[in-house]
């Protein structure tokens, strides 16, 4: 089984990309917090995860999501591999987002607050 299910804060601005075929992804990234007590004291660990998402949700989630704001994700894990320059092996875990729930949302512009839209009825995903 191949799921994740995550929420945390978008810390940068998203930016869509489109592939040659036209379609939307975007790439941003998430902090989630954690925190639990060591020797008496509380200590906060923040992990930073990266997520991808494609079509319809990377659109929708560049346009109403900004830098700070709480989002869910629903997706899986991907892993990609490449060689450095070097003959280093490297590789990086990231989430393929098939669902981002907008938590808080402030439009980008008054166009965008006509259309937000209505995360009881989330009906982002292709």
């Known amino acids: 089984m ?11 601005d998203i930016e869509v990309k489109y592939t040659q ?22 200590v906060e660990d923040v992990s930073f ?13 560049a346009k109403f999501v900004l830098k700070g704001h709480r989002v869910g994700i629903t997706g899986k894990l991907k892993q990609s591999s490449w060689e ?3 003959g280093g092996k490297r590789s990086k875990l ?6 981002v729930e907008f938590l808080e949302t402030k439009p980008k512009s008054n166009e965008a607050e006509n259309s937000a839209p209505d995360n009881n009825n989330n009906g982002w995903a292709e």
Do not use: H, L, P
Request: with cysteine; aromatic share 8%; glycine share 10%.
């Open 49 to 61: 995860i990266e997520v991808e998402c494609w079509g319809v949700v990377a659109e929708n989630t």
């Open 21 to 42: 075929s036209g379609k939307a992804v975007a790439k941003f990234s998430i902090a989630v917090g954690n925190s639990y007590m060591k020797d008496g004291e509380k």
């Open 84 to 86: 450095t320059e070097d």
């Open 2 to 12: 191949n799921s994740v299910n995550i929420v945390g804060r978008n810390v940068r």
């Open 94 to 99: 990231y989430v393929v987002a098939q669902n």
